[in-house]
Protein backbone atom coordinates (compact mmCIF):
# COMPACT_ATOMS: atom_id res chain seq x y z
CA UNK A 1 0.00 0.00 0.00
CA UNK A 2 2.77 2.59 0.77
CA UNK A 3 1.62 5.77 2.50
CA UNK A 4 -2.45 6.31 1.64
CA UNK A 5 -2.17 10.21 1.41
CA UNK A 6 0.67 9.47 -1.25
CA UNK A 7 0.38 8.73 -4.92
CA UNK A 8 1.31 4.93 -4.37
CA UNK A 9 -2.58 3.85 -4.86
CA UNK A 10 -2.65 6.10 -8.28
CA UNK A 11 0.25 4.46 -9.87
CA UNK A 12 -1.01 1.40 -8.79
CA UNK A 13 -4.22 1.87 -10.41
CA UNK A 14 -2.61 2.85 -13.42
CA UNK A 15 -0.38 0.32 -13.45
CA UNK A 16 -3.09 -2.19 -13.53
CA UNK A 17 -4.12 -0.06 -16.91
CA UNK A 18 -1.43 -0.88 -18.42
CA UNK A 19 -1.13 -4.59 -17.78
CA UNK A 20 -2.02 -5.73 -21.14
CA UNK A 21 0.35 -3.08 -23.23
CA UNK A 22 3.19 -4.21 -21.27
CA UNK A 23 2.47 -7.49 -20.46
CA UNK A 24 2.24 -7.10 -17.30
CA UNK A 25 2.56 -10.14 -14.63
CA UNK A 26 -0.17 -10.98 -12.33
CA UNK A 27 0.07 -8.63 -8.79
CA UNK A 28 -2.39 -7.67 -6.13
CA UNK A 29 -2.43 -5.28 -3.73
CA UNK A 30 -2.61 -5.46 0.35
CA UNK A 31 -4.75 -2.26 0.88
CA UNK A 32 -8.16 -1.16 1.55
CA UNK A 33 -10.62 -2.21 -1.42
CA UNK A 34 -12.89 0.85 -0.50
CA UNK A 35 -9.83 3.53 -0.45
CA UNK A 36 -9.19 2.07 -4.24
CA UNK A 37 -12.39 2.18 -5.51
CA UNK A 38 -13.35 5.87 -4.73
CA UNK A 39 -9.49 7.04 -5.29
CA UNK A 40 -10.31 5.75 -9.03
CA UNK A 41 -14.05 7.68 -8.68
CA UNK A 42 -12.25 10.48 -7.89
CA UNK A 43 -9.08 10.18 -10.78
CA UNK A 44 -11.35 9.11 -13.18
CA UNK A 45 -9.70 6.11 -13.54
CA UNK A 46 -12.26 3.11 -15.22
CA UNK A 47 -10.92 0.38 -13.07
CA UNK A 48 -12.96 -2.08 -11.32
CA UNK A 49 -11.25 -3.31 -7.80
CA UNK A 50 -12.09 -6.51 -6.85
CA UNK A 51 -11.53 -8.23 -3.31
CA UNK A 52 -9.68 -10.97 -2.74
CA UNK A 53 -10.44 -13.69 -0.19
CA UNK A 54 -6.81 -15.46 -1.13
CA UNK A 55 -4.54 -14.78 -2.84
CA UNK A 56 -4.67 -18.00 -5.59
CA UNK A 57 -7.48 -16.19 -6.48
CA UNK A 58 -5.41 -12.73 -8.10
CA UNK A 59 -4.63 -14.86 -11.36
CA UNK A 60 -8.72 -14.88 -12.30
CA UNK A 61 -9.14 -11.80 -11.19
CA UNK A 62 -6.41 -9.51 -12.35
CA UNK A 63 -7.55 -9.38 -16.52
CA UNK A 64 -10.16 -8.17 -15.60
CA UNK A 65 -10.29 -6.40 -11.83
CA UNK A 66 -7.27 -5.01 -9.93
CA UNK A 67 -7.33 -7.78 -7.20
CA UNK A 68 -6.48 -6.60 -3.62
CA UNK A 69 -6.35 -8.81 -0.39
CA UNK A 70 -8.43 -6.50 2.36
CA UNK A 71 -6.41 -5.16 5.53
CA UNK A 72 -8.04 -5.23 8.97
CA UNK A 73 -8.87 -1.79 8.94
CA UNK A 74 -10.63 0.99 6.63
CA UNK A 75 -8.18 3.48 5.82
CA UNK A 76 -9.21 7.52 5.52
CA UNK A 77 -6.57 9.56 3.80
CA UNK A 78 -6.68 12.78 2.56
CA UNK A 79 -4.38 13.25 -0.35
CA UNK A 80 -1.41 14.73 0.95
CA UNK A 81 -1.63 15.05 4.02
CA UNK A 82 -0.26 11.99 5.63
CA UNK A 83 -1.56 10.84 9.57
CA UNK A 84 0.27 8.51 12.10
CA UNK A 85 -3.50 7.86 12.56
CA UNK A 86 -2.75 5.28 9.54
CA UNK A 87 0.50 4.07 10.50
CA UNK A 88 -0.86 1.07 11.67
CA UNK A 89 -2.22 -0.18 8.59
CA UNK A 90 0.66 1.07 6.55
CA UNK A 91 2.70 -1.73 8.37
CA UNK A 92 0.00 -4.20 8.93
CA UNK A 93 0.38 -3.94 4.81
CA UNK A 94 4.17 -4.72 5.03
CA UNK A 95 4.15 -6.96 7.11
CA UNK A 96 1.14 -9.30 4.82
CA UNK A 97 3.13 -8.68 1.96
CA UNK A 98 5.99 -10.53 3.61
CA UNK A 99 4.43 -13.66 5.01
CA UNK A 100 2.32 -14.22 2.23
CA UNK A 101 6.07 -14.01 -0.04
CA UNK A 102 7.91 -16.19 2.95
CA UNK A 103 4.73 -18.81 2.28
CA UNK A 104 5.32 -19.06 -1.16
CA UNK A 105 1.78 -17.56 -1.74
CA UNK A 106 3.09 -14.51 -3.43
CA UNK A 107 6.25 -14.00 -5.78
CA UNK A 108 7.74 -11.31 -4.49
CA UNK A 109 7.24 -8.09 -2.25
CA UNK A 110 6.85 -5.11 -4.58
CA UNK A 111 6.37 -2.05 -1.72
CA UNK A 112 5.12 1.51 -2.79
CA UNK A 113 6.56 4.78 -0.64
CA UNK A 114 6.33 5.47 2.55
CA UNK A 115 6.32 8.36 4.98
CA UNK A 116 8.86 7.54 7.18
CA UNK A 117 8.33 10.99 9.84
CA UNK A 118 3.93 9.97 10.15
CA UNK A 119 5.20 6.64 10.46
CA UNK A 120 8.08 7.41 13.27
CA UNK A 121 5.75 10.31 15.24
CA UNK A 122 3.52 6.72 15.73
CA UNK A 123 6.43 5.04 17.25
CA UNK A 124 8.05 2.88 13.92
CA UNK A 125 11.79 2.71 15.41
CA UNK A 126 13.70 1.91 11.58
CA UNK A 127 14.92 4.19 9.18
CA UNK A 128 13.21 2.73 6.30
CA UNK A 129 11.55 -0.02 4.69
CA UNK A 130 14.91 -1.87 4.40
CA UNK A 131 15.63 -2.66 7.78
CA UNK A 132 12.11 -3.09 8.60
CA UNK A 133 11.64 -5.86 5.64
CA UNK A 134 15.31 -7.38 7.29
CA UNK A 135 13.48 -7.81 10.60
CA UNK A 136 10.53 -8.96 9.03
CA UNK A 137 12.30 -11.83 7.50
CA UNK A 138 14.86 -12.81 10.29
CA UNK A 139 17.77 -11.66 8.25
CA UNK A 140 20.89 -12.21 10.44
CA UNK A 141 22.99 -10.20 8.20
CA UNK A 142 22.36 -6.24 7.24
CA UNK A 143 19.97 -5.92 3.51
CA UNK A 144 21.87 -4.04 0.51
CA UNK A 145 19.90 -1.30 -1.07
CA UNK A 146 20.91 -1.42 -5.06
CA UNK A 147 18.81 0.90 -7.14
CA UNK A 148 19.00 -0.48 -10.48
CA UNK A 149 17.72 0.68 -14.28
CA UNK A 150 18.11 -0.44 -17.71
CA UNK A 151 21.51 1.51 -18.08
CA UNK A 152 22.92 1.58 -14.46
CA UNK A 153 23.10 -0.52 -11.33
CA UNK A 154 24.63 1.24 -8.23
CA UNK A 155 25.28 -0.14 -4.52
CA UNK A 156 25.60 2.76 -1.39
CA UNK A 157 27.82 1.18 0.94
CA UNK A 158 26.77 3.88 3.63
CA UNK A 159 23.13 4.93 3.00
CA UNK A 160 21.14 7.69 5.08
CA UNK A 161 23.37 9.28 7.18
CA UNK A 162 24.96 12.75 7.29
CA UNK A 163 27.96 12.94 4.81
CA UNK A 164 30.41 14.03 7.46
CA UNK A 165 29.50 10.91 9.25
CA UNK A 166 30.88 8.84 6.42
CA UNK A 167 34.53 8.50 6.92
CA UNK A 168 33.90 7.38 10.14
CA UNK A 169 31.10 4.72 9.16
CA UNK A 170 33.28 3.93 6.14
CA UNK A 171 35.11 0.27 7.07
CA UNK A 172 36.54 -2.34 4.97
CA UNK A 173 34.49 -5.04 6.35
CA UNK A 174 31.43 -3.17 5.64
CA UNK A 175 32.64 -2.68 1.73
CA UNK A 176 33.44 -6.89 1.99
CA UNK A 177 30.53 -7.55 3.02
CA UNK A 178 28.34 -4.97 0.76
CA UNK A 179 30.19 -6.74 -2.53
CA UNK A 180 29.61 -10.12 -1.15
CA UNK A 181 25.98 -9.48 -0.99
CA UNK A 182 25.82 -7.36 -4.09
CA UNK A 183 27.80 -9.95 -6.53
CA UNK A 184 26.03 -13.15 -4.82
CA UNK A 185 22.36 -11.14 -6.20
CA UNK A 186 23.90 -10.35 -9.50
CA UNK A 187 24.59 -14.33 -9.49
CA UNK A 188 21.06 -15.43 -8.45
CA UNK A 189 18.68 -12.94 -9.54
CA UNK A 190 19.65 -10.70 -12.36
CA UNK A 191 21.53 -14.42 -14.32
CA UNK A 192 25.06 -12.89 -14.27
CA UNK A 193 27.14 -15.49 -14.04
CA UNK A 194 30.40 -13.45 -13.25
CA UNK A 195 29.63 -10.71 -11.90
CA UNK A 196 31.93 -7.54 -12.31
CA UNK A 197 31.77 -4.70 -9.60
CA UNK A 198 33.22 -1.25 -9.86
CA UNK A 199 34.39 -0.09 -6.64
CA UNK A 200 34.10 4.49 -6.55
CA UNK A 201 36.64 6.01 -4.10
CA UNK A 202 35.40 8.31 -1.57
CA UNK A 203 37.68 11.40 -2.52
CA UNK A 204 38.25 13.33 -5.61
CA UNK A 205 40.04 11.40 -8.08
CA UNK A 206 39.89 8.91 -5.53
CA UNK A 207 42.52 10.28 -3.22
CA UNK A 208 45.10 11.08 -5.91
CA UNK A 209 47.83 9.09 -4.01
CA UNK A 210 46.91 10.10 -0.70
CA UNK A 211 46.92 13.59 -1.54
CA UNK A 212 43.73 14.69 -1.56
CA UNK A 213 42.59 11.96 1.66
CA UNK A 214 43.47 7.98 2.69
CA UNK A 215 40.84 6.16 2.71
CA UNK A 216 40.92 4.86 -0.76
CA UNK A 217 44.63 3.27 0.85
CA UNK A 218 43.42 2.28 4.30
CA UNK A 219 40.00 1.25 3.95
CA UNK A 220 39.00 0.75 0.24
CA UNK A 221 42.20 -0.98 -1.00
CA UNK A 222 42.20 -3.49 1.35
CA UNK A 223 38.27 -4.20 1.41
CA UNK A 224 38.69 -4.69 -2.70
CA UNK A 225 42.26 -7.05 -2.09
CA UNK A 226 40.26 -8.96 0.12
CA UNK A 227 37.07 -9.29 -2.65
CA UNK A 228 39.24 -10.51 -5.10
CA UNK A 229 41.56 -13.27 -3.10
CA UNK A 230 37.32 -14.60 -2.87
CA UNK A 231 37.47 -14.76 -6.30
CA UNK A 232 35.16 -11.67 -7.05
CA UNK A 233 35.79 -9.74 -10.35
CA UNK A 234 36.87 -5.90 -8.68
CA UNK A 235 38.25 -2.79 -10.25
CA UNK A 236 38.82 -0.20 -8.12
CA UNK A 237 39.07 2.50 -6.21
CA UNK A 238 38.00 4.63 -9.34
CA UNK A 239 37.48 8.51 -9.36
CA UNK A 240 33.83 8.73 -9.09
CA UNK A 241 33.84 11.45 -11.91
CA UNK A 242 34.36 9.53 -14.42
CA UNK A 243 32.55 6.33 -13.50
CA UNK A 244 29.40 6.65 -14.99
CA UNK A 245 29.62 7.66 -18.56
CA UNK A 246 28.49 5.31 -20.96
CA UNK A 247 31.86 3.71 -22.06
CA UNK A 248 32.81 3.10 -18.07
CA UNK A 249 29.14 1.96 -17.25
CA UNK A 250 30.15 -0.78 -20.31
CA UNK A 251 33.08 -2.27 -17.84
CA UNK A 252 31.10 -3.40 -14.66
CA UNK A 253 27.73 -5.04 -13.91
CA UNK A 254 27.34 -2.90 -10.70
CA UNK A 255 28.94 -0.18 -9.20
CA UNK A 256 29.45 -0.20 -5.12
CA UNK A 257 29.48 4.19 -3.67
CA UNK A 258 30.58 5.14 -0.40
CA UNK A 259 27.93 7.13 0.04
CA UNK A 260 24.20 7.88 -0.58
CA UNK A 261 24.40 10.42 -3.22
CA UNK A 262 27.80 9.04 -5.06
CA UNK A 263 25.22 6.47 -6.14
CA UNK A 264 21.79 8.31 -6.33
CA UNK A 265 22.35 11.13 -8.60
CA UNK A 266 24.11 9.38 -11.50
CA UNK A 267 20.88 6.95 -11.53
CA UNK A 268 18.73 9.42 -11.54
CA UNK A 269 20.23 11.47 -14.08
CA UNK A 270 20.29 8.50 -16.19
CA UNK A 271 16.78 7.72 -15.78
CA UNK A 272 15.22 9.36 -13.29
CA UNK A 273 11.53 8.03 -14.08
CA UNK A 274 12.36 4.09 -14.30
CA UNK A 275 14.98 3.66 -11.20
CA UNK A 276 14.17 1.08 -9.05
CA UNK A 277 14.82 -0.09 -5.17
CA UNK A 278 15.99 -3.58 -4.85
CA UNK A 279 16.61 -4.93 -1.23
CA UNK A 280 19.59 -7.23 -1.82
CA UNK A 281 20.16 -10.26 1.08
CA UNK A 282 17.03 -11.40 1.72
CA UNK A 283 15.19 -14.44 1.73
CA UNK A 284 12.75 -12.76 -0.21
CA UNK A 285 12.78 -10.58 -3.73
CA UNK A 286 11.51 -7.18 -2.95
CA UNK A 287 11.30 -3.73 -4.90
CA UNK A 288 9.92 -0.66 -5.01
CA UNK A 289 9.91 2.85 -6.96
CA UNK A 290 12.79 4.69 -6.74
CA UNK A 291 10.68 7.92 -5.91
CA UNK A 292 8.60 9.20 -2.57
CA UNK A 293 5.93 9.78 -1.53
CA UNK A 294 4.88 12.31 -4.04
CA UNK A 295 2.56 14.67 -1.86
CA UNK A 296 2.77 17.81 -3.47
CA UNK A 297 1.12 15.80 -6.84
CA UNK A 298 -1.36 13.17 -4.32
CA UNK A 299 -5.16 13.18 -5.73
CA UNK A 300 -4.26 15.19 -8.73
CA UNK A 301 -3.34 12.38 -11.71
CA UNK A 302 -0.72 13.71 -12.36
CA UNK A 303 1.77 10.52 -10.96
CA UNK A 304 3.59 8.78 -13.40
CA UNK A 305 3.29 5.02 -12.73
CA UNK A 306 6.47 4.07 -14.19
CA UNK A 307 8.43 3.69 -11.10
CA UNK A 308 6.48 0.89 -10.21
CA UNK A 309 5.65 -0.50 -13.33
CA UNK A 310 9.62 -1.01 -13.82
CA UNK A 311 9.74 -2.26 -10.27
CA UNK A 312 7.27 -4.84 -10.62
CA UNK A 313 9.01 -5.90 -14.07
CA UNK A 314 12.30 -6.70 -11.97
CA UNK A 315 10.83 -8.15 -9.68
CA UNK A 316 9.13 -10.65 -12.06
CA UNK A 317 12.40 -10.80 -13.70
CA UNK A 318 14.39 -11.39 -10.50
CA UNK A 319 12.25 -13.95 -9.62
CA UNK A 320 12.78 -16.11 -12.66
CA UNK A 321 16.40 -15.56 -12.74
CA UNK A 322 16.30 -16.95 -9.19
CA UNK A 323 14.21 -19.74 -10.33
CA UNK A 324 16.36 -21.04 -13.46
CA UNK A 325 19.37 -20.73 -10.90
CA UNK A 326 18.00 -23.01 -8.51
CA UNK A 327 17.05 -25.59 -10.96
CA UNK A 328 20.35 -25.38 -13.39
Not at 9 to 30: S, T, Y
Not at 83 to 95: E, M, W
Not at 106 to 117: D, E, G, L
Not at 197 to 225: K, S, W, Y
Request: hydrophobic fraction near 45%.
Amino acid sequence: MGEPSGVGGEIALKAWLQRRDLALAPFFLVDDPARLKALARSLGLNVAVETLDDPSQCVAAFNHALPVLPLRTEVQAEPGHPSGANAGAVLDSIREAVALTLDGAASAVVTNPIHKQALMDAGFAHPGHTEFLAELCGSQKPPVMMLACAALRVVPVTVHQPLSHVPKTLTAELIEQTGRTTAKALKSHFGIKNPRLAVAGLNPHAGEGGQLGHEETRIIQPAVDALRAEGIALSGPLPADSLFHPEARRGYDAALCMYHDQALIPIKTIDFERGVNVTLGLPIVRTSPDHGTALDIAGQGKASPASLIAALQMAAEMTQAAGTAAHG
